[in-house]
């Protein structure tokens, strides 16, 4: 029996900071940015947008194909969380108009936790094939204003519908893991934005993924040339590029700059002008590659790598079914993309020294663009949320 993803919607905010502004301000070259770490745009999201309406906005168009109450099981994947005790999923799961009788969780772990989230949904319907799962990656990336990490900043959301005999991506069974503890990044609760070792992380990253591919070749039987793509997370577009060159040069290939975009370039777009999205960051990848690739993927097999610090990887690999054109959301993507609003420098810097209301009073927010849904304020320390 088949299982994996049915559908997959991605989402984004309605405005971003170009990185040549960035670049502007920091008395830098923009190919610092551009072509140092290959991004050219942030996403910004406004005050009235969090990892919930991302949530929400990426999922409707899925949930308005189907049966809502054919979803059973709910798992919101997320390193921006908004409460320690409750789950963002529960927020989600009323917005969107969820059957009560579901399982709805939240998931941790760096970016890593929505291809937890996957895995455990394919397993799930496995066992329950009459019945959907919803999975969702979401989070916005804060870094400190003139840190390193600040030009990979970003935002954004993808929602996945888990089914038995998906119509876009068939789950291999096969799978390689990795998990150590390390201090590559973190965010301890006390601080709003996260903290990097970047050079640590990048070696960590690429470690992850050369021991986790050992796993998953053994056990699959499979060499690089079985897979006719790949996707990778994506803290900024140049790590995967330099992660796949090294796994190309460790099983002997040669990795060649038309052969790397053949390979990796469609899964880059969107990443490189949203930037960061965490959990969100490898589906975003698949997703750019399905409504961008014009060769017929149908019936090939994609290797993929997710990542998280502290940390965990897995690699993992799928095949797209061949008819996954007719489900996919590429024009709706495309207008969502073309759309979106352009900040002057100040007003990014505006928005990020807003911060989010700590006193415990009564808070209203200004209504910005946003999807169909947005968080509308602050009563009795309850955040509101309102469908547009």
């Not at 019936?299 to 997710?306: E, N, P, T």
């Amino acid at each position: 029996m088949k299982t994996g993803i049915d559908l997959i919607s991605f989402y984004t905010p309605n405005y971003f900071l170009d990185l040549k502004v960035l670049a502007e301000h920091r008395g830098v070259d923009k190919d610092k940015f551009y072509l140092g770490i290959g991004q050219e745009k942030m996403a910004i999201p406004p005050p009235d947008e969090d990892i919930v309406t991302m949530a929400a906005s990426a999922a409707e168009p899925i949930l308005e194909k189907i049966d809502r109450s054919s979803v059973e099981l709910m798992i919101l994947a997320t390193e921006s969380g908004i409460d320690q005790s409750k789950a963002a999923a529960l927020f989600a799961h009323s917005l969107l108009e969820l059957p009560r009788r579901c399982r709805a969780v939240e998931l941790k772990e760096a970016c890593y936790a929505a291809t937890a989230g996957l895995q455990l949904a394919a397993s799930w319907v496995k066992d329950h094939p009459d019945k959907k799962a919803l999975v969702i990656g979401t989070d916005i990336a804060r870094y400190d204003l003139r840190s390193p990490g600040e030009p990979t900043q970003g935002a954004g959301a993808v929602a996945m519908l888990v089914t038995t005999e998906p119509r876009v991506l068939a789950l291999d069974a096969e799978y390689g893991l990795y998990a150590e503890d390390v201090m590559d990044f973190w965010r301890p609760n006390y601080r709003d934005n996260a903290l990097v070792d970047g050079k640590y992380s990048m070696l960590v990253y690429i470690s992850a993924l050369l021991e986790s591919w050992k796993q998953y070749a053994e056990r699959s039987g499979r060499r690089f040339e079985d897979h006719a793509r790949f996707c990778y997370h994506l803290p900024f577009t140049k790590m995967a590029e330099k992660a796949h060159s090294r796994l190309m040069k460790d099983v002997g290939l040669t990795p060649t700059p038309a052969l790397m975009d053949a390979l990796l370039g469609d899964s880059l777009r969107y990443n490189r002008i949203t930037g960061n999205t965490y959990t969100a960051s490898v589906y975003e990848g698949l997703s750019s590659l399905l409504d961008h690739c014009t060769d017929d993927l149908g019936s090939k097999r994609i290797g993929l790598f997710s990542y998280g610090s502290g940390c965990m990887g897995e690699f993992y690999s799928g095949v797209v079914q061949p008819e996954y054109r007719q489900h996919l959301f590429t024009e709706r993507h495309s207008r969502l993309i073309a759309g979106r609003t352009e900040l002057t420098y100040q007003q990014y810097e505006d928005i990020f020294q807003l911060g989010f209301p700590t006193d415990g009073g009564e808070h209203t927010f200004a209504q910005y663009r946003t999807g169909p849904f947005r968080l509308a304020g602050v009563s009795q320390h309850k955040r509101i949320y309102e469908a547009l």
